[in-house]
């Protein structure tokens, strides 16, 4: 798989995630505030991946 192919896949889970999150915590939320919830999801993601590359080397 591509980094492209990676980058699309944690992005819809992302965004499917920040809708189900948002809803059922906080269903009074702006569709903004879901975007964002879900731009944040996907940099976690990364974040994370980069923390497990990092032990390995």
């Known amino acids: 798989?591509?980094?492209?192919?990676?980058?699309?896949?944690?992005?819809?889970?992302?965004?499917?995630?920040?809708?189900i999150l948002s809803r059922m915590f906080f269903p009074e939320f702006n569709i903004i505030y879901v975007a964002g919830l879900g731009i944040i999801l996907v940099g976690l993601a990364y974040f994370a991946e980069y923390l497990r590359n990092r032990k390995k080397s």
């Not at 492209?4 to 809708?19: K, N």
């Open 1 to 19: 798989m591509t980094q492209f192919h990676i980058f699309i896949i944690r992005a819809i889970l992302g965004a499917g995630f920040a809708v």
